[in-house]
């Protein structure tokens, strides 16, 4: 049985199979509880309960907790700064340029700051999105200290009367604290060039991760202040309970949500839309642009 996938009518019998689908899909202990509690409350005056009856008890209880999360904008600063950070694998990079993408549409005028100095890969790859996006990218050395790389990217960003700057960072895990007080230092650099400004710190987390992300985003979220979440792979992961997950434990807003491979696959978080690409498996051309 799936929760955000099944048609038939939920007995007493069936209660303990659905809960365990809860639990499977990533909901959240504190929200499945909710639920079941509900749900019990309801067939005590019923045998069963419908595909719909169980539908809107879920939205009755998830739907305020993920409101919560909706970010309404960026920073109003001029020149918004985006760190987006991560660990490895989770595709930060991709997700750089699909935001640069997505701003460019908005007639912003973007440059790329490709602070990955670890992965060469990483700044190849960015390389080759922003020259099919035509979008600005300013690259350093490998190996380069990735504050001097982001000093010397602000400075020109600033230049150049840029609007919105994206850095990319290299993936780190959370439990290496070296590498996380780098980017503690990269933060600093932003005051350093911009002292007016106060960067948004975007973190980029993987559907398919499941209840492992809440350690890396707690992690990540007391070193450096996350403004934002980020999740990819959604389109192929059927556990987007996690994001229900993350509302129980973390108050980070969810910025956008990752449903594809290509450059406009990147949409904004609205909390009703995301509960029904969850039930009703809506394919990305489903989901409203904006």
Known sequence: MNIFGFKKKISQESLKLLEEALYKSDVGVETTQKIMKALQEKMSCSSSLSFEEVKTIFYEIALPKLIALEKKAITSSHPSVIFLVGVNGVGKTTTLAKLAFLFNQEHKKVLCIAADTFRAAAQEQLDQWVQKLNIELFLGKMGMDPSALLFDGMVQAKAKGIDIILCDTAGRLQTKKPLMDE?????????????????????????????????QCQEFHETLGLTGLIITKLDSSARG???????DTISVPIVYLGIGEKSKDLIPFQAKVFLDMLFEKANAEKYPQE
Not at 241 to 247: C, H, P, Q, S
């Open 183 to 215: 980017l503690k230092k990269m933060k600093r650099t932003v005051q350093k060039v911009l002292p007016e400004i106060a960067p948004e710190i975007w973190m980029v987390i993987d559907a398919t991760t499941g209840h492992n992300v809440l350690s």
């Open 241 to 247: 309970g996690m994001v229900l997950t993350l509302a």
